[in-house]
């Protein structure tokens, strides 16, 4: 019998979700390939460890960049790689996928992610958009008539929406988020430090002290990097203090695009998102203080979903239940009728 599985494809990190196991695969979108035979040899996090440490024969490659795919051959293939793990590797029917997408996502750009799925081995590929698989699975009942508000905050894109009946009312993709995050913070060390940091050191000092607001303790990190004066190795320490400064501009980016879905927010559904607040998925909303920024700025209160960073893969399971009521590629959920979640 074949298999229905979720697909949480982000630009940093790919989710899978098959019915009836849950989450069964969390790996880094990454891709290490062998130059001369073109022969993949490392998916995900063993891929990862290769960024930034690879020879000239081989390269470590992410196949997705905001949100959308960039290299649609690796992208397909590590597609079938995941499927393989998590089907096994004998697969007597070919499975059904609900693949995540970012609410801005073009046709082109849908078709893409359609064909590399089919290619990789599914059935059949249905899309539905981050922001409604994010609420479903930070468990809002999104066909009520009763409006939403949910900011995902992922590797590549920030995904801002309001939901109502099933399908998504307003919203707002801008490719500003996680991996931005990441530049900002190593253009800030070289500003101020005179060092050079890499991608995986960023995105360590983000997790570990990124803040946006003042902290009540506050909280050191050391990193190492290369003196840009003498060329030479140096330690550092950043402190939870500077980060944002270092964030502001895209933390900037960020809440502005949250302020423009709330004034095009129609008024009857922005009594409603005043009543139930704004909730937050995604690993970008785990900066601390980001949701106290967003509610200063607001006045809307702001939460943090329970298990944020899975959120989207939840809810693309959770969907799974209703898969045969689906049309092949549908973004809008809300043109069917779904029982609830």
């Known amino acids: 019998m074949g298999r229905d599985i979720g697909i949480d494809l982000g630009t940093a990190t790919v989710l899978v979700y098959v019915k009836g196991r849950g989450i069964v695969l969390k790996e880094p979108s ?114 009520q008539p009763n409006g939403h508000m949910v900011v995902d905050i992922g ?78 190795p140096r330690l550092i320490r950043i402190s939870s203090a500077e980060i944002p400064q270092a964030l502001n501009e895209p933390i900037r980016a960020v809440i502005e695009a949250v302020c423009s879905v709330v004034e095009r927010t129609p008024p009857e559904l922005i009594g409603d998102v005043l009543s139930n607040g704004i909730v937050m998925t995604g690993g970008g909303s785990l900066i601390y203080g980001l949701d106290k920024l967003i509610e200063s700025v607001t006045g809307i209160k702001t939460r943090v979903a329970e298990k944020a960073v899975s959120c989207v893969a939840i809810g693309t399971g959770m969907a799974l239940d209703y898969i045969s009521a689906l049309p092949e590629g549908t973004i809008n959920l809300s043109r069917q009728r779904l029982s609830r979640y």
């Open 30 to 143: 990454v891709v290490a390939i062998d130059n001369n035979t073109d022969r993949i040899l490392k998916v995900g996090r063993e891929a990862q460890k290769m960024l930034g440490r690879t020879p000239g024969n081989i390269t470590a490659i992410r196949p997705l960049r905001d949100g959308v795919i960039s290299q649609y051959d690796v992208t397909m293939r590590m597609i079938q790689h995941f499927i393989k793990r998590a089907c096994g590797n004998s697969i007597l029917f070919k499975p059904r996928l609900i693949i995540c997408v970012p609410s801005g996502i073009t046709e082109v750009e849908e078709r893409a992610v359609v064909d590399a799925a089919t290619q990789a081995g599914a059935k059949k590929t249905f899309l539905i958009e981050e922001p409604v698989a994010a609420a479903i699975g930070a468990g809002i009942d999104i066909n």
């Open 155 to 232: 590797g590549g894109t920030t995904d801002i929406a309001v939901i109502s009946l099933g399908g998504v009312v307003v919203s707002e993709s801008i490719k500003i988020a996680g991996d931005k995050f990441d530049e900002a913070i190593i253009r800030y060390v070289r500003r101020k430090h005179n060092v050079l940091i890499g991608e995986r050191t960023a995105e360590e000092i983000k997790i570990k002290v990124g803040a946006v607001w003042p902290h009540e303790e506050q909280k050191v990190i050391e990193v190492k990097g290369r003196c840009l004066q003498q060329g030479l």
